[in-house]
């Protein structure tokens, strides 16, 4: 679960490094009122600005599935229970020796795929970097 919480600030800071410098970024992504406060508003938001690609915001998606799944679920929750086995099936990541290699194996799937998307957006805020919006004055 520390992965997607890694996975969480990850899309946080590459945000960040689009949004124009300042106050307004930081209320918006900050704080536990802000709107783009939760995993689920920051993998929209940072989809819908082409920050992220159609692949990593699929699969954030269900590591935020999976992710809620045990943060609200009663004791005992497991990999193995149905519901969190069919989301860790449908991550797409590639997996060390193809997809049958962990055949079964629900935790190992969810762990590689959180790897993946660990490191595919490990320098992404430094490259958005070169595209951060400015402030503008625009004609009247």
């Known amino acids: ?79 193995a229970d149905i519901k969190i086995a069919n989301m860790c099936e449908g991550l797409q990541s590639d997996v060390p020796g193809g997809r049958g290699a962990f055949k079964g194996n629900h935790r190992a799937r969810f762990v590689n795929a959180v790897c993946i998307l660990i490191m595919r957006l490990t320098y992404r805020a430094e490259w958005v970097i070169s595209e951060r919006r400015e402030t503008r004055r625009w004609p009247y």
């Open 1 to 79: 679960m520390v992965g997607a919480a890694l996975l969480d600030q990850k899309l946080a800071d590459t945000l960040r490094s689009f949004f124009v410098a300042g106050k307004s970024a930081n209320e918006l992504l900050d704080g536990g009122s802000a709107p783009l406060g939760t995993f689920s508003a920051r993998i929209k938001s940072a989809h819908a600005l082409g920050l992220i690609d159609d692949f990593e915001m699929t699969e954030c998606n269900l590591v935020r599935k999976i992710r809620n799944e045990f943060a609200h679920g009663i004791h005992g929750t497991s990999y």
